[in-house]
């Protein structure tokens, strides 16, 4: 299976400030995701980011506020934008295997905001 | 709505027991994946089962579908105190939909 690291692993910030977070995969794949889980809570989709194209959007994410690149087939970016209290949360990026179709996640980016 | 809706939202049983986690969706699917997460931590990939699979086995754990009933049930046989962890069923419809369900906290007492 795919090894997927995430850069920060966790960050405490100041409300009205952005933080962009990192997700580097260890070979080429065609779909990245980008999850939120809040505190207690399941996962929710937020995007999904194919290489070369616009990122999709989950019904209440926006690309405003959560901005993602996608340059190529390893790496991607989530950006939380002008952040609150309720944007604390774990921040996981997840890549979909070939024709398997397991989801493979990364350790996650553990966010709080002050 | 949710896809995925896991009973008991809280398990805790004695090292040595079996554990047993359920999993109903409401649509149909293309297959349900099973994750583990170990506090707050990332998730770890237990089993995939298909749509035209009934069962399952990996090591210790077993995983059943039954599409009938729109449920799938996760078996952790002989568990340890390192089983304790949340746990997740994720569905993938045929457009590639992924939802998870809201989770099962296991708790293994030594």
């Known amino acids: 299976s795919a090894v997927i690291s995430q850069k920060p692993s966790r960050d405490i910030c100041q409300r009205g400030t952005s933080l962009t977070i990192q997700c580097q995969v260890d070979?080429?794949?065609?779909?990245m995701f980008w999850y939120r889980q809040q505190p207690g809570q399941s996962l929710t989709l937020i995007a999904t980011?194919?290489?070369?194209?616009?990122?999709?959007?989950e019904s209440g994410f926006v690309i405003d506020k959560f901005p993602i690149s996608r340059p190529n087939l390893t790496f991607s970016t989530l950006t939380v934008s002008n952040m609150s209290p309720e944007d604390s949360s774990i921040y996981l990026c997840s890549v979909e295997e070939g024709r398997s179709y397991e989801q493979y996640f990364g350790p996650g980016t553990r966010l709080t905001v002050t | 709505s949710q896809q995925g809706e896991e009973d008991p939202q809280a398990l805790s049983i004695q090292e040595g027991e079996n554990a047993t986690m359920n999993c109903s969706y409401k649509?149909?699917?293309?297959?349900l994946q099973w994750y583990r997460q170990n506090s707050g931590r990332g998730l770890v990939h237990l089993i995939l089962i298909r749509s035209n699979e009934r069962e399952k086995h990996s090591g210790r754990l077993r995983v059943t579908l039954d599409t009938s009933k729109k449920s799938s049930s996760l078996l952790i046989t002989a568990s340890r105190a390192a089983d304790t962890a949340s746990y997740f069923c994720?569905?993938?419809?045929?457009?590639?939909?992924?939802?998870f369900g809201p989770g099962t906290r296991l708790s293994v007492l030594p």
């Open positions: 649509t149909s699917i293309n297959n």
């Open positions: 994720a569905t993938a419809d045929y457009g590639q939909n992924f939802v």
């Open positions: 980011a194919n290489q070369g194209s616009e990122a999709t959007y």
């Open positions: 070979s080429q794949v065609t779909m």
